[in-house]
Every structure is written in structure tokens, then in C-alpha cells.
């Protein structure tokens, strides 16, 4: 009886190995996995002299055969053209949005045409080679009332930049926790940056330095972009923030800033980039600068 119990049992373990092993051989279904919307696509920058990558995410509507505003959302220091996408919820509040994002890979060249290596210029790679780029490849409103950009840290100091040294490019510039002080003082402030500030921007009383500062910049400024600036309490970027809405505003320039809580960190640029996505599809949509306020 025992030995019969025991071939028994070997039975029906074997049955059901067999089984686990059938159930589990079925290839895996699609359902349920978050494929991302943004598509990786790839050109040749004449100011680069190299092929670069982007991301773009084209707005749910765009097989409808109209054309669309575009937002260029830059990346931060030891970041890349994918982080945006991977680290925030991005296509998720970017659904519904009627308007192209555009996420460029930039390396850690502070949006900027270095002084010191003539072949890493990054401004005409961005305002120039970029933007024909992606008027010639997608169908876009080739107008400065359809252009924003934007950017967290050293992207949002380019946005900044960018916006005011080609004001006939872009209506609207955010920067969310913005480097705007980078080629002032940040090598000082920030020793671990100086190497790759002072290849950018040379040493200090280099022309590049006032050429490329925002402060200076907004001086000098007769057609400025709407402004959005946000910062997080807890940031050390805080106070150079502070210092350009407090010049903004008898200039009489139209911008907004935010100040809630967070620090320099990506839980704090999620919370923040839906409400700067709404700012810019307001400009979009008004076609025009708001008031500022």
C-alpha cells in the first residue's frame, strides 16, 4: 500500500510540474506594458560637426494634418535628452496638449558656444541647426508667437538665454530652478562645476562672460519673451531666482514666479512642470504676450 501511495503522489507531482511548466511557455501579451510616445530621432548639426539625438512627442492629434506650436524642453548638467521623459510624468501631461515637445541632447555645454573649444557651440546648435531641424521634419507654426522654450537648471538658464538673445525666435521662456547666475559667479559658488564653467565661459573678465548673462542680457532687452520662473524654497539656485523676477518687474517685462517647496531634485521638477505645460498652452493658445504679473 505504501509503495503504491508513493508512486501515486510521483504521479501527480509529475502532472503537475507538467502543467506549471505548460502554463508558463506562453509568450507575454502587450496588455498592461507603458510604451513611451516619444520617438527617438537623430540629425546632423553643422555647428556640432556630429549627429545628435532628440526625443519629440507629437501632439494625440497630429495625423489631422494641421500644424503645431512647438516647446523645446532642455535638460540639466550630467543630464540627457531622455531624462525628461524617463523621470517625470511628462507624456502623461502631455497628452492631450496640442502642441510638439522637443527634448534635445545638449551634453554639459551649457546651451552655450564655448570659448575654449571652437567646435562645442551649443547656442547655434539650438537656435539654429534645431529649430530648422524640426520646422523642415514635422509640420509646425513657423512664427516666434508658436515657439517656447523651457528647461530645469542649467536647461532652464539656456531657455532663459536663448529666449533673449534670439527674441525674434521664442514668445515664451521658463526656467524651472534655473543655473541663471552661471556665468557670473557659479564657479565660485559651485567649485565642482568650475571646470566645464570655465571651459565654456573662460575665466573671469572673458567677453563671453557679460555676452552670455542673463542680468545683462535683460538690461539690454527691447523685445523680451513672457517669462515663467520657478524655484523651489529649499534650492541653493534660490536667490540668483529671486534676483531676476526682482529685475524683471520694473522693467515692466510680463512674466510670472513661483516659489513652493522643494530642492534641486526631480520629485520637486515633476511637481512643478504641469503647471509650467498649462503656461505655456495658455501663450499658445492667446497667441499673443500676457500681462505679466
Not at 534650492?235 to 510680463?254: C, E, G, H, V, Y
Request: proline share 5%; with cysteine.
Amino acid at each position: 500500500m505504501a509503495r503504491k501511495a508513493l508512486v501515486c503522489c510521483f504521479i501527480l507531482l509529475s502532472t503537475l510540474r507538467l502543467t506549471l511548466a505548460q502554463t508558463t511557455v506562453s509568450p507575454p501579451t502587450s496588455a498592461g506594458i507603458n510604451e513611451s510616445r516619444a520617438q527617438d530621432a537623430v540629425f546632423h548639426s553643422p555647428s556640432l560637426n556630429r549627429d545628435v539625438h532628440y526625443l519629440v512627442l507629437v501632439p494625440h492629434d497630429y495625423g489631422n494634418g494641421r500644424s503645431f506650436p512647438v516647446l523645446y524642453l532642455l535638460h540639466g548638467l550630467y543630464g540627457d535628452y531622455k531624462n525628461w521623459d524617463s523621470r517625470t510624468g511628462l507624456e502623461r501631461y502631455a497628452k492631450t496638449l496640442p502642441f510638439l515637445i522637443v527634448m534635445p541632447d545638449a551634453d554639459d555645454g551649457w546651451y552655450t558656444n564655448s570659448v575654449t573649444v571652437p567646435g562645442d557651440r551649443f547656442e547655434d546648435y539650438i537656435a539654429k541647426d534645431l529649430v530648422s531641424e524640426i520646422d523642415a521634419k514635422y509640420r509646425t507654426i513657423r512664427e516666434r508667437r508658436a515657439r517656447a522654450i523651457a528647461g530645469l537648471s542649467m536647461g532652464g538658464y539656456g531657455a532663459v538665454k536663448l529666449a533673449l538673445r534670439y527674441p525674434e525666435l521664442f514668445a515664451f521662456a521658463a526656467s524651472l530652478s534655473g543655473a541663471l547666475n552661471a556665468p557670473r559667479d557659479l564657479d565660485q559658488l559651485r567649485p565642482d562645476f568650475r571646470a566645464k564653467l570655465l571651459e565654456v565661459f573662460g575665466n573671469a573678465g572673458n567677453q563671453a562672460r557679460p555676452q552670455n548673462d542673463v542680468f545683462m542680457l535683460l538690461k539690454n532687452s527691447h523685445d523680451s519673451p513672457y517669462f515663467y520662473l520657478a524655484c523651489g524654497t529649499d534650492d541653493f539656485f534660490l536667490d540668483t531666482n529671486r534676483a531676476l523676477a526682482a529685475q524683471l518687474s520694473p522693467q515692466k517685462i510680463p512674466y510670472e514666479y513661483h516659489e513652493t517647496a522643494g530642492g534641486h531634485t526631480w520629485e520637486y521638477w515633476d511637481s512643478a512642470l504641469n503647471s509650467m505645460l498649462q503656461a505655456v498652452l495658455r501663450q499658445f493658445e492667446s497667441g499673443s504676450t500676457p500681462e505679466g504679473k
